[in-house]
């Protein structure tokens, strides 16, 4: 109008109206009125190895504050967007969750825990081991996160299979030294002469004869692998004595437990955040801003709209130009959304897994005193699945070990019981392994059952098949995203998390630069 004013109020006005919401920011943004990043003193320690190049102007909504939603919102406010994240739980970080003393872990349907571990002592109740070539630790450099090694394979550990206990490094010697026989065996006898030239059989058997620690007969009666009872020193010590047949070893059935760190993702060395793993939550809150985080948000309806996404949740509505959802599909399928039945179906597949950890803590170190076992996880073939001994204050007074680590029917069967009872079937059943000091001395104890923590309801979901519906969910639903570790091949890993956050964020920015 000719000769009116133009206020400043006036010009925001115009241009939201004009442009959106992601454009009103931008202008705040440049007259000041706005910040232009999450938290302008924040300088990573270290550089990163992953950024969104260009500066983005919009607002995001993320649904979640656990490891996805703070990592997206991390990557976000670095390129300039404005988040908020709203987390239904008392606080951020979802399954990234370490007890300390002073703590307090409640559950659905169930009383309570006070947490009394000792000072210094923390119990890793969600993840706790990284692999090396996990994206984890890129963020951990990247947010100055100190690292030590995680014991993942420990040849002084056990595995305790049909009421016997071995050590894991016995149980490999058998194992590799009677293969090694059969194979060695066949091949002298000309038996894979169609597969072998006469050079590959030498070099086959020269192999044979050192994998598995074979005679000058290729025969394998037992060998220095197996184990002590008192190690060599001043004399050639006290071994254990010669193995059981080849049938008695295969019945055993160690495989699967001498095996499961064959794989890319358990493979040593792995590592461990020192101090426990929610350091990582940590630096992510303070690069973000906790004030961008509202907790006891939980969601009641999310509407996609043509300019926009608005967001309702107890007490509580917020509009912005995008939302990135992190919630567990089998809770976000119930959220009321105007996003199809086709997404709906598809939250619904992702079947969540019940898992379960009880931390016991100790007077004395007595896996180390007496078991000499320093880090590293003992395989069982009970309910309680493995036996984890600490891999950090070696040598200290007290520690803390976790009793057990189970997944499906066992992690529900303990689920079921109270914390005392949990307590009391996890000693009965380490007994059977390290005899009556593993029901001595416990000065406290504290368990999780994933499936009854509110809001998460499962230590993972897990995908039937990687088909449509996989595929769909890692599409945009109008102007809504999904992300979580259940949307990468890398279900229940931090890894995951992170992983999925960085592909959502790339292509809501490309998609936010392409229509600015």
Known sequence: MEGAELTRRGLLVGIGAAGGAGAMYAAMGALGLAPDEQVKTFTPPRPGDFSLQGRG??????????????????ELGKAGYDCTLLEARAKAGGRNLTLR??????????????VKLGEGL???AGPARIAQWMVTLDYCRELGVPI?????RNAQAYIHTNGQSVRQRTARADMYGYVAELLAKATDSGALDRKLTA?????????????????????YEGSPRRGFFDYPGLDEGSPFPPPGSLAQVLAAGTGRAITNDFGHDQASPMFQVVGGTDTIVTRLVEAIGADRITTGAKVTGITDLPDGVEV????????????IATLPPHLLAKIPHNLGADVTAALRLPTPMSTGKIGLEYDRRWWELEDRIYGGVSETDLDIARIWYPSYGYHGERGVLVGYYNHGPDAELYGALTPDDRRRRALTQGKKIHGEKYRTGVLSSISVAWERQEH??????????FDSSFTLLQRPSGRVYFAGDWLTRLTAWMAGAMESARGVVTELHKRVLQSS
């Open 57 to 74: 102007a919009a607002k995001v909504v993320i649904l979640g504050a656990g490891v996805t939603g703070l990592t997206a919102a991390y």
């Open 122 to 124: 923390y119990f890793n």
């Open 199 to 219: 050079e590959d059989r030498d070099r086959l058997l020269t192999f044979l004869r050192r994998f598995g620690d074979l005679g000058p007969e290729l025969d």
């Open 456 to 465: 998460i309801q499962g230590g993972w979901a897990s995908w039937p098949a």
């Open 101 to 114: 003393g002073g703590d307090r872990l409640t559950e659905l349907n169930g009383p309570a825990q006070e």
């Open 312 to 323: 309702t949740w107890d007490g509580g509505r917020i509009k912005a130009d995008y939302c």
């Open 148 to 152: 030590e090694t995680f014991v993942n």
